[in-house]
């Protein structure tokens, strides 16, 4: 079995990786069934903790571990308990050759594993939210805030927006 880690993850999220490799080699013999299993750190991932693609033609996965999330507030447990998680969607999915998702199969992997089987996490992830850019906009009786989707139409001359009220075409503050 060939196992890729991104070199992203500190030596604590290491080795929780490493010790649940280990769990499941001896638990549910994956190097036997398992071709590959790639980790990543992504900073793509919004309010999500992690993701797990499997791809059972090929009997390989990838885990994607949320990056800003488990570098900022979230400890090493929360890692452990995600990281397990994935990796069972993994292990059930290749295992039991069909997409598990949270059913039966994938809980007792996870417990299994040493997991808690929850499908959802309750960090605090207020932080991770993006923030939407907004643009002023007025007109003779108010200011209005837009989009930046409506913000770009405007200056691209694509639209024109105007108040309701006041009949007045919008016009940048």
């Known amino acids: 079995m060939k196992l890729q880690i991104d070199n992203t993850f500190n030596f604590e999220q290491r080795k929780v990786i490493d010790k649940y490799f280990e769990i499941a080699k001896e638990k549910f013999n994956i190097q036997d069934k398992i071709i590959s299993i790639e980790i990543k750190n992504s900073g793509r991932l919004k309010t999500s903790a992690g993701n797990a693609t499997i791809y059972r033609i090929k009997n390989c996965g990838i885990i ?63 932080h991770l939210r993006p923030t939407k850019n907004r643009f002023d906009y007025k007109c003779n009786c108010q200011i209005f805030k837009l989009s930046a989707v409506r913000h770009n139409k405007m200056q691209n001359g694509k639209a024109k927006y105007y108040c309701k009220k006041c009949k007045e075409y919008l016009k940048r503050v």
Do not use: P
């Open 64 to 126: 994607k571990m949320n990056k800003r999330l488990f570098n900022s507030t979230v400890g090493i447990k929360e890692f452990e308990n995600t990281f397990s998680h994935e990796l069972a969607h993994v292990i059930a999915n290749i295992i039991h050759n069909c997409n598990c998702g949270h059913d039966a199969r994938w809980k007792r992997t996870h417990i299994a594993l040493g997991g808690n089987a929850k499908r959802t996490h309750n960090y605090d992830v207020s």
